[in-house]
């Protein structure tokens, strides 16, 4: 009923619109960017290069490209183009971070609680951010399922949500979950862990629960599905919690794991053996650089600060060397920002990898490429090559300089964010201030 | 004790010989120069040669030489002459800038910002112009090492918390104990007047200090406190001359106040709104005391008012949101562009002890969004020196100056360049640190395959 309502309205906006030119078609996600140094992260740079997008996608990219009539053109003359930016850690565009009232709330998930008009998506849209891995706090040993955004400022919910993404879990272990740095109050119970030990048990209890859980729906199935099912036979009681830790262990879900010392991260890449479950990346991971060895052999990346570091006992060995240590040994490296104001300046915090030993193209690899593949998405972004979406970054001077500004931010072809539009319309807002 | 000294004495002309004859074998001249680490008190003639010279004030020298003696710059210039005996330090394509100084810190007083036992920076209460961040300065504190490694070789250490937080201190960062490390003891008393997002918080949202409602109450509470302190030295000076009259009860908050009132110990006022800065203005010049600004979120605002008065700014951590919604993305990078077109004297901060290394790169995002580049490099090095009244000490390269010298691979405010030297006060400092030093442990398990 609903629908058809609805089908007249439909029918004369397509009317209007085909009565529009075609090009007005084409322009929505569609641009020409002229003349910009590209950096493709994934080849060689290109000096004075074009990007020709249509309908969100990279169509060409090269030299003197002609835009289809109609389309937007961007001079970038002497700027850097960038791919989107990717952040692989934040909890920013959420109404709730921390279901911490218990060790363990696998059954909540961050996409049913996201905010689309938190600032923090602006204010990552003016560091040239285009996508983010929104997650669960640390305050519990399990959390939640994350979700991934494209920051697309003024869009509703459902609309940021990026599908593709790999489904993740959120693991904690070690100063947060055991609450060290929580003073008790009179009262109030000391909650379950309090140690390593206690996380470590706690998910290997919830583990073991979900195998059984797995077990007995596996017994059903066999009993429905047989040749003479018994006459009684009745389901087992759906529990979302163990639901979700089975998805884990059937590799539905991965798992993201925030730890700081090297002890919790070979435990937890032991728990994952011994289990058979995914790690998609450990978060912070503050002494990784103690056990590259251990990351190689189980092939998991981490997700780190760059120098982040001393605001708690167990960030006290965190070196700034961490994350080019760990790339030069063959880790994949993301940079994350944990934060609704680092998220801007991640560009920055990339670069100081480049004091401590990587390339300006290495650096920027761990916030574009690298960030793709931790979060399943390489096949649609984190580099411009044909065929990608468009999400992409324009920097007045190289990405990895202390002095670079970020000037204009483009997901799936259409601007989100341009410096000089801002500023535009602070003038304007300022003029009619004034009378 | 006393017996260990006079069986010391009984030894004391043989001991000289040996010691005589150790040092005369060991340490041949020419050797005793090479072993800067230890041993180099800064005394020896030491020439830096084919550097990029970047005095900051004046004009750069694309290949030249600088001279250090006693710990000062006896020249700088293209086409110096060496004098023999100089221990010569090659720095072809390095270049040499002045060291920086971190407008406002907790070097040293905050180790692991968590682990309250290992925090020194805040007292408990509101009124504490009795502390002074100088004596509990953690010399060896992890944080110091890094931000000489990233060419910082001073900083203002600043208490925190309450009305008045404290006195601050001006510190190189060499040294074997914190009295080693002073430059000047007492540089200015802290002030926290409140900020534009309301009281602050303690770490995680768990401190349960609460500022003051309001600035106007904040000012008009100091008012009172300065006024008290002014009577008790009335009133103390009249019971010296007057044998009759008892002399006050001591009043500690009073007795430490009166080098403020007096005119003698500036008041870093940390301030950010532009209303609120408009206010302390008026308190400043009522009040005849010496100002220096922290923070200044919205002193872009006000530009034209903080210069009018002469209240120098130190442009508060770049890291951070801006203070409301409206004044737009990027107020907080603008805000020291402005202040420094408006002829404000400006200097960046780190406001921090594990991200002090950062200092440069807060004047370098500045750059990025309109500060000139020498501006940037200066509010790092001369005007924090001017506005803490040691420009005729440190700051730039200039001939009498101390040697506070940083040898870079590029440029200093970039965050790809490496230090390869740093020299303060002619001394070559170590720049291995906790970073280094922990790569290096752990480097050694890839090393044993």
């Not at chain 1, 919790?264 to 890449?269: D, G, S, Y």
């Not at chain 2, 003051?212 to 008790?232: G, I, N, P, Q, W």
Request: hydrophobic fraction near 45%; include cysteine; aromatic fraction near 6%.
């Amino acid at each position: 009923m609903k629908n058809l309502t609805r089908l007249p309205v439909f029918i004369l906006l397509l009317v209007i619109m085909l009565a529009g030119s075609a090009n007005w078609l084409l322009a929505a996600g569609s641009l020409l960017i002229k003349n910009a140094t590209i950096l493709p992260v994934t080849g060689p740079p290109i000096t004075g290069g074009d990007v020709l997008v249509i309908d969100g996608i990279i169509k060409q990219i090269g030299r003197n490209l002609t835009a289809p009539p109609g389309i937007r053109i961007i001079e970038a003359h002497g700027k850097y183009l960038i791919p989107g930016i990717i952040d692989t850690h934040t909890h920013l565009a959420l109404s709730g971070t921390n279901e911490g009232t218990e060790a363990i709330t696998p059954e909540v998930n961050m996409a049913d609680v996201i905010n689309p008009d938190d600032p923090a998506i602006f204010t990552a849209l003016s560091g040239g951010v285009t996508m983010v891995h929104t997650m669960h706090g640390s305050a519990n040993v399990i959390g939640g399922v994350n979700v991934v955004l494209k920051m697309k400022w003024g869009q509703p919910s459902e609309k940021l949500v990026v599908r593709e993404a790999y489904p993740t879990l959120k693991f904690a272990l070690g100063e947060n979950v055991k609450q060290s740095n929580r003073t008790l109050l009179p009262g109030r119970p000391q909650r379950y862990p309090a140690t390593r030990m206690g996380a470590n048990a706690i998910i290997r209890r919830e583990l073991l629960r979900a195998r059984d859980y797995m077990a007995e729906w596996d017994r059903y199935e066999k009993l429905k599905n047989s040749k003479n099912p018994p006459a009684n036979l009745l389901p087992p009681k759906k529990d979302l919690r163990l639901e979700t830790l089975a998805d884990l262990l059937r590799g539905k879900l991965y798992a993201r794991c925030h730890a700081y010392v090297a002890t919790e991260m070979v435990e937890f890449l032991n728990l994952a053996r011994e289990f058979g479950f995914k790690v998609a990346a450990l978060e912070h991971a503050w002494e990784a650089y103690k056990i590259t060895d251990e990351l190689l052999a189980a092939g998991v990346g981490i997700s780190v600060f760059i120098d982040s570091w001393a605001y708690k006992m167990e960030a006290a060995e965190g070196i700034a060397y961490n994350a080019s240590y760990c790339t030069q040994r063959g880790v994949l490296v993301s940079i994350n920002s944990d934060s609704s104001e680092r998220v801007r300046r991640l560009f920055n915090e990339a670069g100081k990898a480049v004091k401590y030993g990587l390339t300006p193209d290495e650096a920027l690899k761990m916030i574009t490429i690298n960030a793709a593949r931790q979060l399943g998405v390489d096949r649609l972004v984190g580099s411009i090559e044909v065929g990608k979406q468009a999400d992409l970054a324009l920097f007045n001077e190289h990405p990895m300089s202390a002095y670079t500004r970020c000037d204009l931010t483009i997901i799936e072809g259409e601007v989100y964010f341009d410096r000089q539009q801002v500023i535009k319309e602070r003038e304007e807002a300022a003029r009619k201030g004034g009378n | 004790m006393f017996s260990r000294i006079t069986c010391f004495k009984k030894y004391l002309p043989l001991s000289f010989l040996i010691i005589l004859l150790l040092t005369t074998w060991l340490l041949s001249p020419a050797e005793a120069r090479t072993d800067v680490k230890n041993s180099d008190t800064g005394s020896a003639l030491l020439a830096i040669v084919n550097v990029r010279i970047v005095p900051v004030v004046g004009q750069d020298i694309p290949s030249g030489t600088i001279l250090v003696e006693n710990g000062k710059i006896r020249a700088l210039g293209a086409n110096l002459e060496i004098p023999a005996g100089a221990r010569i330090i090659e720095a072809r394509g390095l270049t040499a800038y002045p060291g920086m100084i971190d407008g406002y810190s907790s070097l040293g007083l905050v180790e692991i910002s968590g682990v309250s036992a290992t925090v020194d920076n805040r007292e408990t209460g509101r009124i504490n112009p009795q502390v002074k961040a100088i004596e509990a300065l953690k010399y060896d504190s992890m944080h110091i090492p890094i931000a000489r490694s990233n060419g910082i070789v001073a900083a203002v250490v600043a208490p925190s918390g309450g009305l008045i937080a404290g006195q601050s201190t001006l510190v190189k960062l060499d040294g074997w104990t914190n009295r080693e490390m002073v430059i000047k003891e007492s540089l200015a008393l802290v002030v926290e007047l409140p900020g534009i997002r309301g009281g602050r918080r303690g770490f995680m949202g768990m401190g349960t200090q609460q500022a003051a409602v309001s600035t106007d109450r904040a000012l008009a509470e100091l008012k009172e406190l300065f006024h008290r302190a002014r009577m008790y030295e009335i009133r103390r000076e009249q019971a010296a001359k007057n044998l009759l009259l008892p002399r006050p009860d001591f009043d500690e908050t009073s007795h430490c106040l009166l080098p403020v009132v007096k005119g003698e110990l500036p008041v870093i006022f940390s301030v950010q709104a532009d209303k609120d800065i408009l206010q302390t203005i008026r308190f400043v010049q009522e009040e005849k005391i010496k100002a220096i600004f922290y923070g200044v979120h919205q002193g872009y605002k006000v530009a034209g008012e903080i210069k009018k008065a002469g209240i120098p700014c130190l442009i508060g951590s770049l890291y951070d949101q801006p203070p409301v919604w409206e004044d737009g993305y990027d107020s907080l990078f603008m805000n020291p562009v402005l202040l420094n077109q408006a002829g404000v004297k400006i200097a960046f901060s780190s406001s921090s002890s594990s991200a002090a290394k950062d200092l440069p790169y807060h004047a370098a995002k500045a750059a990025a969004f309109g500060l000139d580049r020498l501006e940037a490099l200066k509010a790092v090095t001369i005007y924090p020196a001017e506005i803490f009244g040691v420009d005729k000490l440190m700051g730039s390269l200039e001939a009498g100056k101390l040697a506070n010298i940083v040898l870079a691979d590029g440029d200093l405010l970039e965050l790809g360049t490496r230090i390869e030297k740093v020299f303060i006060e002619g001394r070559e400092v170590d720049l291995s640190n906790r970073y280094t030093e922990l790569l290096e442990k752990f480097r050694k398990r890839e090393r044993e395959k």
